[in-house]
C-alpha cells in the first residue's frame, strides 16, 4: 500500500491547530521511499475555488500560494502509485511538506491503488508511452520472460519477421536504447542486443522521433530502461521454476524460462539492492524436417544488479552491471535450413555503470556517470562445405566462421541550472556525452553456390582476403535546452545539441522546438508538437566493409561449363568527406482525458531522412576508375565496386490513433491503431555477407506495415481473485522480395507481402494464498485462434514450392506459476 510522509514541523498545522490565515505560502517535496527526489511531479489542491497546481523541479521541491481551507491533494508522477490525501487543513504563514511515492510494483492483496496517472501532462511535449514493470508483467506476450518481446505492446513498434523490433519505421540502429540513462545499444551494430530480465524493469518509455536535446544518435526515437531498485521492505518473488512439457512430435520439454528477484536494503535509509536474473532454455522442434534433426536447444543466463546509497541527504550514487551469456548449437535451424546449414553461436556481454547525482536548491542538479560496455560473439558452421541455395531448401554448411569483439566506454555529465523567471519559468539543462567505441573480427568464410531445380550450380562466390581487423572512433555530443513555461498553459522546449565523431570529422548542430498547449477552458485537453533534426551514429560495422573480404564470383551456362568469372565484388570508401546522416522529424499530437479516466491520443509523425550512408555498384554510373590490377588479378571482371554513399533517403508517415483506460486494483486496458508508411531507396543493405545483385533498391523498408491494430489488457472479473489478461494483434503481412537462381532479385524489391497476421493471446490469472505465501497462477493460450502467421518463405522463382509460406506460433497452451511472496 503507497504511503505518504509528512515532516514534524507541519503536523500541527495540517491538524488544523495553526492560527488561521487568508493566504499562505505552501512550499513541499516529493520524493521516492530511498530519498530520491521526484521531478515532474503534479500536485493538485482541490478545496475552495478552482483547483491550484504546482510541479516538482528536478530536486523533487515544488512551492504554490494556497488560500487557506480544507483541501485534497493528488500527487501524480508516470512510474508512481497516485496519492491521494483528503482532509487536509491549510492555514496561513509558511507551510512545508515531504510527500513520499511508492514506486509502481505488483500489489499482492486487494486494495484500491492508481498507476496511471493522467495523459494530460503539460511538461511533456514529445509523445511518449511509459509501461512500468507491472504492466510487462501482466500482458500475456510470447516468450513474457524475455523483455525485447515486450517492445511489441507499444504503440508504434512493430515486430519483424526475424525478431528485430523497429520504432516509428526506423531501422533497430536508428532506436538510442539506454538503461538507466546510458547507452546500451550494440557498439557495433547499433542494436537492442542485450537479454533484460522482465523482473528487473522498474518501468520502460518509448519517446518518438523528437526527444529532447540530451537525446541525439537515435532518428526514430528513444527507449528508456529504468531498472528495478530495492526499498527498507525485503522484497522476493520468482517465475516460471517448473520446466514446461509441451507435445511437439512426441512430449518435450519444450522451454524452461526461471527468473527470479530479490531486493531490499544493504542498510535501511542508506543504501538499498536489486538482483534480478533470468535462466532460458528454449527447444526448438521444426515440424517440417525428419525426426533425430528437427530439434536444436540453446541456454540464455542474465542477471541485472542495481545498487543505491545516499552518500548523504543530497548525493545520491547509483552502481549497477549487467551480464547475459549465450549458448545456442545449431541456430538457424528452419525447413528451408536443414541442421548442416546451422551455426553454433556463443555470446557474452558485461556491461557496468556508476553515476553520482548532487542535489542543490532552486532546482539545480548535477549528474555525472560513467558506463563501459564489452561483447563478445562466435560463429562456428558446422562444417567447410559450400554453402548450397537450391529452390528447395539449402545445403551444405553455412560460410561464415568468425569471432568478433566490440566495446564502448561513455563518460556522461549534465546540469540542471537553478531556475528563474523571465517572461515565465524557465529551467535550463545542458551536458556532454563522449564516448570511445573499438570493434575487432577474425572472420573467415567460405563460399556460397546457387543451383537450378536439378541442383547444377548457377552461380558460385567464393571469398577471398583476410578477414582479421580492427577499429575504433571516438565521439563527443553536447547539448543545452530551455523547458520554458511561458503561461500555466502553455509550455516551450527549446534545445540544441552538437555531435561530433573522429571517423567524419563533422559539426552536426541539431536544433529542437516543441511545445504544449492547453486550450483555455479545456483543461483535459492538450495539444503538442514540434521539430527535431537528428543525426544518427556513425556506424563502424558500415565503414569497416573495404577492411574485410571481397568476393570472386563465376556464372555457369546450364551444361555446366563457365559462362562468365571469376568476377570480383568490393567495397571501398572512395568519398572521404561524407556528410553525417540527417533526418527532420515533425509531430503534432492531441491528448484528451475522457469521462472514467480513459485516455485518447492521436499523433501524426513525419520523419525525412537524408544523406544516409549506403553502398552503392559504382560500375552502374561509370564513375570511378576500374583497377587494372588487384590482389594479384590482372584485368580482372567486376560483378560491383561498391563505393560508399551519402545517397540514402528515407521516408516514414503516420498516424497513432490510442485509447487506454487504468481501472481499479492495477487494472487497464488499452486499444492502438496505426496508419504508416516506410519506405526507403536503399531497402537492402549490401554488404559482405549478403551477397544479393540488385538493379532497383527502392521499396518498402521489410517492416513496413500499413494498417496495424494492437489490443492488450488486464481485466477485472466478477471473481475478486480472478483476471483475465490478453494481447489482440492484427497487421498487414510484412513485404518480401523474389529472386532467381542466381541470386538476383526479380522485380521490385519487397514487391510481395506475407498473408496478413493476427494473433489472439488469451489468459486466466488466479492469485493464491498458500503456505502463508502469495502465488500467482496463470494459464491459457498464445494464438488461440491458431491463426497461421508464417515467418519463413520460399522466394525462388522456379521452385516447386515457390512461395510456399513456413513458421510461425501456432496455437500452445501455457501456465505460468509466480512466487510472490509472504501473505
Known amino acids: 500500500m503507497p504511503k505518504a510522509g509528512l515532516s514534524p514541523a507541519v503536523v500541527l498545522c495540517l491538524l488544523g491547530l495553526c492560527p488561521t490565515l487568508v493566504a499562505s505560502h505552501f512550499t513541499g517535496k516529493v520524493s521516492s521511499e530511498t530519498g530520491t527526489p521526484i521531478s515532474g511531479a503534479r500536485i493538485t489542491f482541490r478545496g475552495p475555488g478552482d483547483p491550484l497546481k504546482a510541479t516538482s523541479d528536478p530536486t523533487g521541491s515544488f512551492a504554490a500560494e494556497i488560500p487557506a481551507g480544507v483541501y485534497e491533494v493528488t500527487v501524480e508522477r508516470e512510474g508512481y502509485f497516485l496519492l491521494k490525501r483528503s482532509g487536509i487543513t491549510v492555514n496561513g504563514g509558511d507551510n512545508e511538506v515531504i510527500f513520499t511515492l511508492a514506486r509502481v510494483r505488483e500489489v499482492i492483496e486487494s486494495v484500491d491503488v492508481d498507476a496511471n496517472p493522467s495523459a494530460v501532462d503539460m511538461d511533456r511535449t514529445s509523445p511518449q508511452v511509459s509501461l512500468s514493470g507491472t504492466d510487462l508483467l501482466n500482458v500475456p506476450y510470447p516468450s513474457t520472460n524475455t523483455l525485447r518481446n515486450a517492445f511489441r505492446i507499444i504503440p508504434g513498434m512493430v515486430e519483424d519477421g526475424r525478431g528485430g523490433v523497429h520504432l516509428h519505421g526506423g531501422a533497430e540502429e536508428q532506436t538510442l536504447y539506454t538503461l538507466d540513462g546510458f547507452q546500451i545499444n550494440d557498439p557495433l551494430s547499433g542494436k537492442f542486443e542485450s537479454r533484460v530480465s522482465v523482473e528487473g524493469v522498474q518501468s520502460l518509455e518509448a519517446t518518438g522521433g523528437r526527444p529532447a536535446a540530451e537525446f541525439g544518435k537515435g532518428s526514430s526515437g528513444v527507449l528508456a530502461l529504468r531498472s528495478r531498485s530495492g526499498d527498507d521492505k525485503l522484497r522476493y518473488s520468482a517465475t516460471n521454476f517448473v520446466p514446461g512439457l509441451e507435445h511437439n512430435k512426441g512430449w518435450i520439454i519444450g522451454g524452461w524460462t526461471p527468473r527470479a528477484n530479490l531486493s531490499g536494503p544493504w542498510k535501511r535509509g542508506r543504501a538499498w539492492f536489486s538482483d534480478s536474473m533470468d535462466l532460458q532454455f528454449t527447444n526448438t522442434v521444426v515440424p517440417e524436417l525428419p525426426r533425430g534433426a528437427d530439434r536444436t536447444a540453446s541456454w540464455r543466463w542474465s542477471n541485472l544488479l542495481n545498487n543505491q546509497i545516499n552518500l548523504t541527504p543530497s548525493s545520491i550514487l547509483t552502481i549497477g552491471s549487467l551480464v547475459n551469456f549465450w549458448y545456442a548449437p545449431r541456430t538457424g535451424l528452419t525447413a528451408l535450413n536443414p541442421r548442416e546449414t546451422t551455426v553454433d553461436r556463443r555470446s557474452r556481454q558485461y556491461f557496468t555503470y556508476l553515476r553520482t547525482q548532487k542535489y542543490f536548491t532552486r532546482g539545480a542538479v548535477l549528474e555525472v556517470g560513467y558506463a563501459n560496455n564489452r561483447t563478445f560473439a562466435r560463429e562456428i558452421p558446422q562444417g567447410e562445405e559450400l554453402y548450397v541455395v537450391t529452390p528447395f531448401l539449402r545445403r551444405g554448411n553455412n560460410y561464415i566462421d568468425a569471432v568478433r569483439q566490440a566495446g564502448r566506454d561513455q563518460w556522461l555529465a549534465s546540469m540542471f541550472f537553478p531556475s528563474f523567471t523571465f517572461l515565465g519559468g524557465h529551467q535550463f539543462k545542458g551536458g556532454i556525452d563522449l564516448d570511445r567505441l573499438s570493434y575487432g573480427q577474425d572472420v573467415r568464410r567460405t563460399g556460397i553456390e546457387f543451383a537450378d ?57 541539431s536544433p529542437r522546438l516543441g511545445f504544449a498547449w492547453m486550450p483555455r477552458g479545456l483543461e483535459h485537453t492538450k495539444i503538442s508538437g514540434g521539430f527535431a533534426r537528428i543525426f544518427d551514429a556513425t556506424s563502424l560495422r558500415v565503414f569497416t566493409r573495404p577492411l574485410d573480404q571481397y568476393s570472386v564470383s563465376t556464372y555457369f551456362s546450364p551444361d555446366g561449363s563457365m559462362a562468365r568469372g571469376p568476377a570480383l ?8 568527406r561524407l556528410a553525417s546522416p540527417r533526418y527532420h522529424n515533425w509531430n503534432l499530437a492531441v491528448e484528451q482525458q475522457l469521462p472514467r479516466q480513459i485516455q485518447l491520443r492521436a499523433n501524426v509523425t513525419r520523419r525525412r531522412g537524408s544523406r544516409g550512408f549506403t553502398y552503392i555498384n559504382a560500375l552502374q554510373c561509370d564513375c570511378i576508375d576500374i583497377p587494372r590490377e588487384f590482389d594479384g588479378y590482372v584485368n580482372p571482371l567486376f560483378d560491383a565496386i561498391y563505393s560508399l554513399s551519402g545517397a540514402r533517403k528515407d521516408r516514414y508517415s503516420a498516424l497513432e490513433i490510442t485509447l487506454r483506460q487504468p481501472i481499479r486494483q492495477q487494472h487497464e486496458w488499452l486499444f492502438s491503431y496505426t496508419r504508416s508508411r516506410a519506405r526507403s531507396n536503399a531497402v537492402v543493405d549490401q554488404s559482405i555477407d549478403e551477397p544479393l545483385l540488385i538493379d532497383d533498391n527502392a521499396g518498402a523498408l521489410p517492416w513496413d506495415a500499413p494498417n496495424r491494430w494492437l489490443s492488450w489488457g488486464y481485466l477485472p472479473t466478477p471473481w475478486r481473485k480472478w483476471s483475465i489478461a490478453y494481447l489482440a494483434e492484427y497487421r498487414t503481412g510484412f513485404p518480401f522480395s523474389v529472386q532467381d537462381n542466381n541470386g538476383q532479385l526479380a522485380g521490385a524489391v519487397n514487391s510481395l507481402r506475407f498473408p496478413a497476421f493476427f494473433e489472439l493471446n488469451l489468459f486466466l490469472e488466479r492469485r493464491i494464498p498458500l503456505y502463508k505465501q502469495w502465488w500467482g497462477v496463470r494459464f491459457g493460450f498464445n494464438n488461440i485462434t491458431n491463426h497461421k502467421n508464417p515467418n519463413v ?23 505460468r506459476v509466480r512466487w510472490l511472496g509472504k501473505q
Not at 569 to 576: E, F, K, V
Not at 793 to 815: C, D, K, M, T
Open 453 to 509: 531445380v536439378n541442383f547444377n550450380p548457377v552461380r558460385r562466390t567464393v571469398f577471398r582476403g583476410n578477414g582479421a581487423f580492427g577499429s575504433t572512433n571516438f565521439e563527443a555530443s553536447s547539448f543545452i535546452q530551455d523547458s520554458w513555461r511561458v503561461k500555466p498553459n502553455l509550455q516551450l522546449e527549446l534545445g540544441m545539441r552538437s555531435d561530433w565523431d573522429r571517423l567524419l570529422r563533422n559539426w552536426n548542430f
Open 569 to 576: 565484388a568490393l567495397y571501398r570508401i572512395d568519398n572521404t
Open 793 to 815: 518463405v520460399n522466394n525462388v522463382i522456379g521452385s516447386p514450392e515457390f512461395l510456399h509460406y513456413y513458421g510461425g506460433q501456432s496455437r500452445a497452451f501455457n501456465v
